[in-house]
């Protein structure tokens, strides 16, 4: 069974300040996908980014950016130039599986707030 | 483009009384999904379904639970009778497909059950 860990349950960020969010995960599959999703106070889910376990080139999406290391199954999101409406809680989730796939596998969030 | 529609977008009742859920997900969407999110965690996926197939419906506790995805459109989530603990925020989300290569998954507003 796969697990996913967010050690961070809150993150403060002035704004235009980088913040980076941490994220662990425990799986035996060689083929899985990670992301990351926002959920704002409206409670609608929004795909931030992504990454594919067998792409060794960390994915970028403007402001944000993940530093995938497949050895140590650590995932961390960092967010640059952060920006109010980033204020958010933000969850890192594993999909992969040979029974799994479709299933995604959310971590417990971290809170982030974006002050001016 | 609409995005996944849910209703009601609150509900409250007192337990032991019945409950339903509405999703209506992407014009085009094969794969719709239903999660439970509690209070201060990430979502769990209840079912999954391919149209009208159930294919993965482990988590769905199956006493007071059930589901159904008529016409491979429309789907249902209805809990009868309501207990305390099912207080939450009920997730729907729809992909194109569930398989590889993997397709995002796009996620409704929720609707907060409060169960009295």
């Known amino acids: 069974a796969q697990t996913v860990t967010q050690s961070q349950p809150e993150m403060s960020v002035q704004e235009a300040e980088t913040v980076t969010l941490s994220c662990t995960y425990d799986?035996?599959?060689?083929?899985?996908?990670l992301f990351w999703y926002k959920q704002p106070p409206s409670r609608q889910m929004i795909l931030v980014i992504r990454?594919?376990?067998?792409?060794?080139q960390n994915a970028t999406e403007n402001r944000f950016s993940v530093n995938f290391q497949k050895a140590a199954k650590s995932f961390s999101l960092k967010i640059s130039d952060s920006q109010l409406g980033d204020t958010a809680m933000y969850f890192c989730?594993?999909?992969?599986?040979?029974?799994?796939?479709?299933?995604?596998?959310f971590g417990a969030g971290t809170q982030v707030v974006v002050t001016p | 483009e609409a995005g996944v529609v849910q209703s009601p977008r609150y509900k409250i009742i007192e337990k032991k009384q019945p409950v339903a859920f509405w999703c209506n997900p992407i014009?085009?969407?094969?794969?719709l999904y239903w999660y439970l999110q509690n209070l201060g965690q990430g979502p769990e996926l209840l079912i999954r379904?391919?149209?009208?197939?159930?294919?993965?419906d482990s988590q769905l506790p199956k006493d007071r639970f059930s589901a159904e995805r008529l016409k491979g459109v429309d789907s249902t989530l209805k809990i009868q009778p309501a207990e305390l603990g099912d207080s939450a925020v009920y997730l729907c989300?729809?992909?194109?497909?569930?398989?590889?290569?993997?397709?995002?998954?796009?996620f409704g507003p929720g609707t907060r059950l409060t169960v009295l």
């Open positions: 014009s085009g969407h094969n794969t």
């Open positions: 989300a729809s992909s194109q497909t569930s398989g590889r290569p993997v397709n995002e998954q796009f």
């Open positions: 799986t035996s599959e060689n083929n899985y996908y």
């Open positions: 989730a594993f999909m992969g599986g040979t029974d799994s796939w479709g299933k995604l596998q």
């Open positions: 379904y391919e149209n009208e197939e159930a294919v993965d």
């Open positions: 990454q594919e376990a067998y792409k060794q």
